[in-house]
């Protein structure tokens, strides 16, 4: 509003130095005011100009990296057009996650992000780059734009703006640490056989049925079967020695939703959920992940099936880096509510922080149902009592003692 009203009192005085000379004849006011309208017409004219053909991008050395791995970014102005430039202004929005160093950075009202500033000028079909090597101390999903150009003419009359709406993205996997450095034995830590993997059997592979026997999974009754022979039926199938393991990674850290959550105890259970998910692909085990939080911009609970495709950990490890602070719902009622889907055979690796009573009342259940269970239980409160026949690692104090020395980076 103010550039737009100094733009009209130049107008008024160029015209009225016009006016003036007219009326007393004085050639000098004329050939000012005409001079000056002259130089605003063309000033116009260039502001116009000014950013057409001005093209603006951002280049990154890769979009996906690890807590602390370096990566450079670049920003590109380019004028394509025989028109200089003799300002132009670049604003782009950065994540304040994310450091700069030497560069122009100034704070942002918009909460979780900074403005990092560019000033130059352009020759025409000149072309500048900015280049700076980054890194990211803690995992996220992290957005770089949108950006703002502003320029106008060489003599400061005018000037004019265009908003580029197009976005960059830098996506921070959570730490990977191996089992030993989180407190966990190298040993069996999934309760493994000795000698070799577990066998179970594979509900890929059908085999027939039989008479149903005490403590056979209720979901292996074949109630058709069942009603033909009236006596009850379980299907069978041939064994697989391939494990499957599915991470339940609980992410309530609060004993009630209105109280927020405990940072560093969710950054725990995510280094911890993702070290199991490395370990799990690196012994070529069908892998699978199931979580009561959601993925960024995805309002629903988190569900990879098992697999044992090589990308199987990057989806999972990019789940994980996302995930956002909230549960949908208690993990406890998500595994009730869930108990089915989960394949049969499967070893449940829990990561959690509190334990509450339904929650050991829903791995029993789990049990029961003919699952292995593995408990990881992280963060400052004490762990219950655990019936037997489930195995627990209690990473409290191990973990701690890591967050304290600053080895799993900030919270």
Known sequence: MFTLLWDDIWLVLFVLLIAIGVFASQGLLMGLGVMGLL??????????????????????????????????????????????????????????QILFPDANV????????????HSTSLAWYERIKWS??????????????????????????????????????????????????LGIPSTRPLGETRGGIAIFQDPSRPQGVREYQVGDPMKTVDWKVSAKMQHLQVRTFEPSSGLTVVLVVAIETAERSWEGYVSADLEAIIVASASLAAYASDQEYSL????????????????????????????????????????????????????????????????????SDDMVEAMLNLKRQGYAIVLVHVGNRECPEIPEGILVHRLNDYLESKELAGEFGPA
């Open 39 to 96: 130089v605003m017409g063309i000033s116009w004219i260039w502001n116009k100009l000014s950013l057409e053909d001005v093209h603006y991008e951002r280049k990154l050395s890769q979009s996906k990296v690890f807590i602390g791995e370096e990566i450079t970014i670049s920003f590109v102005a380019t004028n394509h057009k025989p028109v200089p430039l003799g300002r132009l202004r670049i604003e782009d929005e950065i994540p304040d």
């Open 106 to 117: 100034i704070t942002n009202t918009q909460a979780a992000s900074n403005t990092l500033r």
């Open 132 to 181: 700076y090597t980054i890194t990211s101390g803690k995992r996220g999903f992290y957005r770089i734009g949108p950006a703002r150009l502003e320029s106008g003419d060489l003599f400061g009359f005018f000037r004019s703006q265009k908003h580029l709406h197009y976005y960059d993205h830098i996506l921070v996997y959570p730490k990977v640490v191996t089992l030993p450095e």
């Open 288 to 355: 699978g992940l199931f979580s009561n939080g959601t993925p960024i911009l995805v309002d629903r609970p988190m569900n990879i099936p098992p697999a044992r495709s090589p990308e199987q950990l990057k989806i999972i490890l990019e789940a994980l880096a996302t995930i956002q602070p909230l549960p949908v719902r208690p993990m406890a009622l998500e595994l009730t509510r869930k108990i089915r889907q989960f394949p049969i055979g499967a070893t449940l690796v829990i990561v959690a922080a509190l334990i």
